[in-house]
Nanobody
Framework: QVHLVESGGGSVQAGGSLRLSCATS????????MGWFRHPSGKEREGITY???????NYTDSLKGRFTTSRDKATNILYLEINRLTPEDSAWYYC???????????????????WGQGTQVNVSS
């Protein structure tokens, strides 16, 4: 019954920005951990950023500075802002959530319970 739904993707020119959203249905509490991932075609899934229950965040080092995550405390919508987009950022972007505590959230090396269907980002030069 718990669903995560991403939105905000689309086609954008290089150098532009996007703000992706992840909305939750079927669960009214805060998750123990949430994260953003992306999956470019022909490549493996890559973690972008992770946020714990208290809102502490961690980013993949190579992406830090262009990616920013935040949460609207009123709606529980999780956002991912991407700046200075390049064609290498083209991918399917997913949010994920872990319901209960367990493992190191900020490392991203945990098993997430829920995944969204993804939203596609296509960056053209």
């Amino acid at each position: 019954q718990v669903h995560l739904v991403e939105s905000g993707g689309g086609s954008v020119q290089a150098g532009g920005s996007l703000r992706l959203s992840c909305a939750t249905s079927g669960y009214t509490r805060r998750f123990a951990c949430m994260g953003w991932f992306r999956h470019p075609s022909g490549k493996e899934r890559e973690g972008i950023t992770y946020s714990d229950y208290d809102g502490v965040t961690n980013y993949t080092d190579s992406l830090k500075g262009r990616f920013t995550t935040s949460r609207d405390k009123a709606t529980n919508i999780l956002y991912l802002e991407i700046n200075r987009l390049t064609p290498e950022d083209s991918a399917w972007y997913y949010c994920a959530a872990k319901r209960l505590y367990g493992g190191d959230c900020l490392s991203g090396r945990i098993e997430f319970d829920y995944w969204g269907q993804g939203t596609q980002v296509n960056v053209s030069s």
